[in-house]
């Protein structure tokens, strides 16, 4: 067993990044049958895991992956499966504007983040 007695797991499967094997999650008032991220962040919850540098970031994608990553099984950003990046880089345009931040093409020669300050 981990040596967190499991609590990490039980965290995966409350924000729906694994089947729940047992028991119910109940979530203001209401039981989940089957979570899913983009449900549960639409619900309030989110996840945020112990290592974020080795677990929650994707380094060597570019910084709108690691923005949407979290909801791509969310039909306004995916449809039968496959991701539409147009409707990617729609859905993190507010949020970049609203942090300052600003997208730039990736290069070849580039090895900075996707992401500056602009």
Known sequence: M???GGLEAERFAVFGLER???G???LHGAVVRAPVP???LRAGLCY???DRGAEGLALG???RENVTMAALDDPRLSQGGLLKSWRERRAIAA???TLGLRARRRTPTNSG???RSG
Do not use: Q
């Open 95 to 97: 949020p970049l504007k």
């Open 38 to 40: 983009h449900s549960m």
């Open 61 to 63: 994608r570019p910084g």
């Open 113 to 115: 983040p996707p992401w």
């Open 20 to 22: 729940v094997t047992s």
């Open 24 to 26: 119910e999650i109940e």
């Open 2 to 4: 981990p040596a967190d």
């Open 48 to 50: 945020y895991p112990a």
